[in-house]
């Protein structure tokens, strides 16, 4: 039974990741549990989205949207690697899901099919942590190197909790039959990776690879450093041939004469 955690382990597992945290205020009782009557878990995943937006954090935490009561995630990471705590209950962010989507992730499928409506649906917002990570998801925005790494390290920290794999890491586009699009764009780097286009299967890897490693763990940021090679030698200029031509010339005729 995975019960979703408390407030405090919550926050403890991020700090044991090495996510740098801060809390908004009053997120340990906030949540959609009491207006929808569902309460939040069991938990089988997490979810991952963009905001689509900047300076989103109080409309994540409390404020929420137009018809989308607040909170709009479990974690609100903003672009220098911050994540701000805003729920640890029932939050609207993950909406409904394909069945057959998120039961590829339940069972940590090696791949994951896309959400396909006919093959029934799920409430995301009963079983799902959700992420919003700041992003204008234009596919500009670049997603900076401490957002990625904290970002990972989120994921990976959930996953260690409850030892799940990071099949159990899922993108709201892989979920979401409302034709959701994120999470998208560029990131600057990660690990020794420079700029590359943020993926699913590549986020997984970088959650796989991180689960490896004890909680503590960061990746190396730069290349390990290779043997230098020896200076290849200098081709002979057109002066020192003609000079090596003449010598061999002249002993040639002192040999002759
Ligand atoms: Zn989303």
């Known amino acids: 039974m995975a019960a979703p955690l408390t407030a405090s382990r919550l926050l403890a597992i991020l700090k044991a990741e090495g996510v740098k945290t801060a809390e908004y205020p009053d997120w340990r009782t ?7 009557g569902r309460p939040f878990g069991p938990v089988h995943m ?13 409309v994540v935490a409390k404020n929420g949207v137009a018809g ?14 911050l994540a701000t705590m805003c729920s640890a209950g029932r939050a609207n962010h993950a909406g409904t899901m394909a069945r057959n989507a998120y ?18 649906t799920v409430d995301g917002n009963d079983l799902s942590y959700g992420i919003e990570t700041e992003n204008l ?3 500009k925005d670049v997603y900076t190197r401490a957002q990625y790494d904290a970002w990972v390290r989120i994921n990976a920290a959930i996953c260690r909790e409850y030892d799940w794999s990071a099949e159990s890491v899922g993108c709201h ?3 979401s039959i409302e034709g959701k699009i994120d999470p998208k764009g560029p990131v600057e ?3 020794t ?6 993926t699913p299967g590549q986020f997984r890897r970088d959650v796989a690879e991180r689960l490896k490693h004890a909680a503590s763990w960061s990746p190396a940021t730069t290349a390990p450093p290779t043997t230098p090679k020896p200076p290849a030698p200098k081709p002979p200029t057109d002066t020192e041939r003609i000079t090596a031509l003449e010598k061999r010339m002249s002993a040639l005729e002192k040999r002759t004469s």
């Open 30 to 36: 906030r949540g959609r549990d009491a207006a929808t």
């Open 46 to 58: 997490v979810l991952n989205h963009h905001t689509a937006g900047s300076n989103s954090l109080a």
């Open 68 to 81: 989308l009561p607040g909170p709009l995630a479990h974690i609100h990471l903003a672009k220098s690697g």
């Open 103 to 120: 039961d590829s992730f339940l069972n940590e499928k090696a791949t994951h099919p896309a959400p396909s409506k006919a093959s029934s």
């Open 137 to 139: 998801g234009n596919g």
């Open 173 to 175: 586009k892989e979920t």
């Open 189 to 191: 780097g990660y690990g």
């Open 193 to 198: 990776r420079g700029r590359f286009e943020f």
